[in-house]
């Protein structure tokens, strides 16, 4: 018996060294997405800390498991039946589903309160108005991201409702992301700034985010959409200087110019061309 | 030993109409294949779309009210053949009845390969011919795989194009999904369930028949895709995706038409059994546990069937009718497909995992030579698991925009399915403590499923929270999780179930120290493929993309060279099986496990009423301390119920 006190504490050390190792590991490891807008972080901050509390229990069932199959066991079977006849605990059951209902239910209420913070007003809106010009960055610009077979096209309607192909945003300004789709379903999927959200036709979906760290990043399609759905990204997204982007609207607007009289005036929604209409068989 | 029922005197040498009819039933069945295909297909082009004239675009496949009809008239052709209408049309027109030596003929008397072959209604045929079934949906189902991570070791096309890209994620996937909801019901379920709760037969055994028999055509439906086209939009089928895609969707639409109705009858058959069939003796409160778990998974069948019966119905209207359900332009919502599709797709998934639940907790006590520790709760939580899976749905929606407020409730649910999931490992680290456990080759892969589908339910963590949901979403994360609850959970557990049952079922038996090899083999190559593909997720490669950001290469080549060494050694299991059990036929003794299960207490092979006597049933089979028996098999007085 004393081998196996000794085992049993060996086990509990090495989990308790892995646990700790790991958690620390993770506190100092890069979580993506990353910090690049305010609902990148808030992510990143919600993936670390279930990872915190899920890498103890992982590896604490595990060294139960191993605890149980090589330690704690009888000695090789040399009679038909077993010595121990354990048919239940009450105690234990009522313990570990106990435990398995309190760490349950704060992660609920963790979620559900990061969920509010981050994400006010997301969703599908049905408003028709757009925003008016943010007066401070505290207030959000519209942005409208436009999906189709297989690009993602942008509006500004605070600028005119310039439409281009490439999306820039300014810095530390909060961005309202009204994401649309003029064909079948697609997502938007700024991975940097931790946006994700479907494009359906005649739908306007609602993403907040601030982004807070300039750089070039990649957006791209995360809902199947049909033949070059792998090819729907693009790599050319920025997020640059309040004075960059007033400077980029310009050179928007002035190459937009002669086109704009051809733009469907802005709306949260459009109603596409190329889907089946009502009357006429899908091909 | 060929145990033969003594209860019947030997069959005439002439046999009825209807017997005749049964035996030549598979090429009667491929005969009405044709005909109803052609004939279908002949109404549906030429009739509704041409003569009309409302035929839209046909392309020179032709159009889908004619696929759609051939398909329909096709299947219905094959089952009428295979004579699965012998009977009520027989009894509507007032033949004579079917004579008992009828009857047991369709139930396999006689014996010979060739009641593999027809239209069976003894559940351990059934259950061999579910065994072969899903076995071949996995092997070409793999190999759909093979040719996906093939394909993405380079970061744009390379050896197919994205039309082929698409179609083989899309067969990949819809044949794996039709594959494992049967994975384990079908053959262990089948087999198993009515031995194991002491009767002769199923409560519909020509329904259980009719279960089977539907895989076939939906399995080749659905691979007749790649001859119209392909289809692009996966398994989830999205409209209006669907609405756009070419004949090739058709095909998905109608063989998921039939795997509903395949698992919807299942579960009905099931349900039924289970619970007006017991042995005299056994309440509910003393079923051997996989017995729980296949009720539980038959009611989420039963009641989750439906909705995308209703879907896929709906989605063929749209195609030919007209009917614009999920075409916003038509007043319709993409967002109804969604919800109908995931109604169904989520309890589907537990259709999955809760069957391998109750295996694994039906082989623990026997390797542990213990009782099965806190059966109660161990049901309890099944049950919990069968309740909660109705309303998590909407996790899937959590980027689609739709209904923000109900958010915080369905990360709620979705987080409690924790709750009753735990209580699985706790039954099993219960029955695993201080015991003899024989670390026999079923066991390993036992501990697999354990460590998989521990791995499996802690990202499933991640994703229910909604906030991380947000950046996991879609991406290779959630399929890396599917894939560590479905592959290293219920495909680990039917591998060892394989192991464990291939001797009462066949007599025969596989090498279980080559079979150790395999699973290290399997079993590291599985987790290097699904590791690789849980970073890349994270590092945000969307799900379904041919091409992806040059930076993830490498972890995506490691995840295709494990996988292709994954596929290798899966298909060293299928040569291991074919090898012993097939041409060496190797000899398995009669109780390898020393189990005191009910299941191995009968000869092997089981007779054909598998008791002549109904056994009594005594205490549940777990009484390894003991070493009491479960049943009376031998009772006094001849227990009432019949075949």
New interface residues.
């Given amino acids: 018996m004393r081998n196996r006190a000794t085992a049993t504490r060996v086990v509990l050390i090495v989990w308790l060294v892995v646990a700790v190792v790991g958690d620390v590991a993770l506190a100092f490891g890069p979580i993506p997405p990353g910090q690049a807008s305010d609902l990148a972080s808030s992510e990143s901050l919600v993936i670390l800390l279930l990872a915190e509390i899920a890498w103890p229990v992982f590896s604490g069932v595990l060294a139960a498991l191993f605890f149980t199959l090589v330690i704690n066991r009888m000695a090789p079977p040399t009679a038909e039946v077993s010595a121990d006849a354990l048919r239940g605990n009450t105690r234990v059951q009522t313990i570990w589903i106990a435990t398995t209902l309190v760490i349950v239910l704060s992660l609920a209420v963790y979620g559900t309160v990061a969920l509010a913070i981050d994400q006010p007003g997301a969703g599908i809106s049905t408003t028709s108005a757009s925003l008016p010009a943010p007066a401070s960055q505290d207030q959000p610009l519209e942005v409208q991201v436009i999906a189709q077979q297989w690009w993602f096209t942008y509006r500004y309607p605070t600028y005119g409702g310039i439409e281009t192909a490439q999306l820039v945003l300014p810095v530390n300004q909060k961005i309202q992301f009204h994401i649309t789709s003029l064909d079948v379903i697609h997502a938007f999927w700024f991975f940097a700034l931790g946006v994700k959200a479907d494009a359906v036709p005649l739908n306007d979906n609602v993403v907040t985010a601030t982004p807070t760290e300039i750089g070039t990043y990649r957006v791209q399609c995360s809902e199947l959409c049909g033949l070059w759905h792998g090819n729907m990204a693009d790599n050319t997204a920025m997020v640059v200087s309040t004075s960059d982007f007033a400077a980029w609207i310009q050179q928007q607007t002035a190459l937009d110019g002669p086109i704009m009289k051809y733009l469907p005036p802005y709306s949260h929604t459009y109603t596409g061309t190329n889907l089946p209409q009502p009357g006429v068989y899908a091909p | 030993m060929d145990v033969v029922s003594t209860t019947r005197p030997p069959m005439s040498t002439a046999p009825t109409l209807a017997r005749r009819l049964n035996e030549w039933g598979l090429l009667l069945g491929l005969i009405g294949a044709v005909i109803g295909f052609i004939a279908g297909y002949a109404l549906g082009s030429g009739a509704i779309s041409n003569f009309y004239g ?4 046909p ?1 020179s496949l032709g ?2 009210p004619g696929i759609l009809l051939g398909y329909a008239m096709s299947a219905l052709g094959f089952l009428t053949g295979m004579g699965f209408l012998n009977y009520p049309i027989g009894r509507l027109l007032g033949v004579k009845r079917p004579t008992e030596e009828d009857n047991a003929y369709l139930h396999g008397e006689g014996g010979g390969l060739g009641r593999y072959f027809r239209m069976t209604t003894d559940h351990k045929v059934i259950g061999m011919q579910y065994m072969v079934m899903i076995l071949a949906f996995l092997f070409i189902g793999g190999l759909g795989a093979m040719f996906i991570r093939t394909e993405l070791l380079t970061p744009v ?1 390379s050896v197919a194009n ?2 082929s ?2 179609t083989l994620v899309g067969l990949h996937s819809t044949l794996m999904i039709f594959m494992a909801s049967a994975a384990i019901i079908g053959p262990f379920g089948n087999y198993f369930v009515p031995i194991m709760i002491g009767t002769r037969n199923m409560a519909f055994p020509r329904l259980e028949a009719l279960t089977f028999w539907l895989l076939p055509p939906a399995g080749l439906i659905l691979l007749s895709t790649v001859f119209l086209g392909g289809f ?3 398994w ?1 089928g ?1 409209a ?2 669907a ?4 004949l090739g969707m058709d095909s998905y639409l109608m063989g998921f038409a039939l795997i509903g109705l395949s698992i919807g009858l299942s579960g009905l058959n099931m349900i039924a059994t289970i619970l007006t069939k017991r042995a005299p003796g056994m309440p509910l409160s003393r079923m051997p546990i996989f017995v729980w778990s296949v009720l539980v998974t038959s009611f989420l069948g039963a009641l989750a069937s439906p909705a995308l019966i209703a879907a896929v119905l709906m989605e063929m209207f ?3 009718y ?1 009917a ?1 359900f999920f ?5 319709g919502s ?2 109804l497909w969604e919800n109908l599709f995931w109604f169904f797709g989520h309890p589907e998934v537990y259709i999955f995992v809760v069957p391998a639940f109750g295996l694994i907790m039906e082989m623990l006590p026997v390797f ?10 161990g049901v309890g939580g099944m049950v919990g698991v069968g309740l909660l899976s109705f309303v998590v749905w909407q996790h899937h929606l959590f ?6 407020s109900l ?2 409730f369905y ?2 649910s979705t ?2 399915i ?2 009753p999931t ?2 699985i ?2 039954v099993s ?2 029955t ?7 670390f026999s080759t079923p066991m390993l892969f036992i ?1 697999a499923f ?2 998989n589908f ?2 499996g339910g ?1 990202t499933g ?2 994703l229910s ?4 949901d ?6 290779y994360f959630v399929q890396a999780h599917f894939h560590y609850t479905i592959m290293g959970g219920e495909v680990f557990a039917l591998m060892g179930a394989i192991v464990y049952y291939l001797p009462k079922m066949t007599g025969r038996t596989m090498d279980i120290k080559l079979l150790r090899y395999q699973f290290w083999a399997v079993f590291i190559t599985f987790n290097g493929t699904f590791i690789s593909l849980i970073a890349v997720g ?3 490669m ?8 040059a930076y993830l290469q490498p972890l995506n080549d490691s995840a295709s060279i494990f996988a292709l060494a994954l596929g290798l050694s899966m298909a060293l299991f299928l040569g291991i099986l074919i090898w012993e059990v097939v041409i060496k036929q190797r000899v398995a003794a009669l109780n390898p496990w ?1 189990s005191l299960g009910v299941e191995w207490q009968v000869p092997t092979p089981v007779p054909m009423f598998n008791f002549d006597r109904l056994p009594v049933s005594w205490s549940l089979p777990y009484d ?4 009491k028996p479960a049943a009376d098999f031998g009772p006094a007085v001849p227990a009432l119920s019949g075949a």
């Avoid at chain 2, 075409?327 to 007043?331: C, F």
């Avoid at chain 2, 929270?465 to 991380?468: A, E, L, M, R, Y």
């Fill in positions: 409302g035929g839209g675009e392309t159009s889908d096309p994205a039309q890209y698409l692009t939009t996966g989830t999205y209006p995706l609405d756009q895609n070419v749209s195609r030919t007209q614009t075409i916003p332009a038509g007043g993409p967002y542990t030579r213990k009782p099965l520790w806190g059966y109660r709760v980027t689609s925009g739709l209904a923000p958010r915080p990360m709620f987080e409690m924790s709750v735990g209580i490992y706790l680290l219960g695993l403590w201080r015991a003899r456990t024989r501990f354990f460590f521990l791995i802690f963590v991640f929270d909604v906030p991380s947000f950046s996991l979403h879609a991406s994270i590092l945000g969307p799900r379904r993309a041919i091409s992806y950001a020393e390894y301390d003991t070493g």
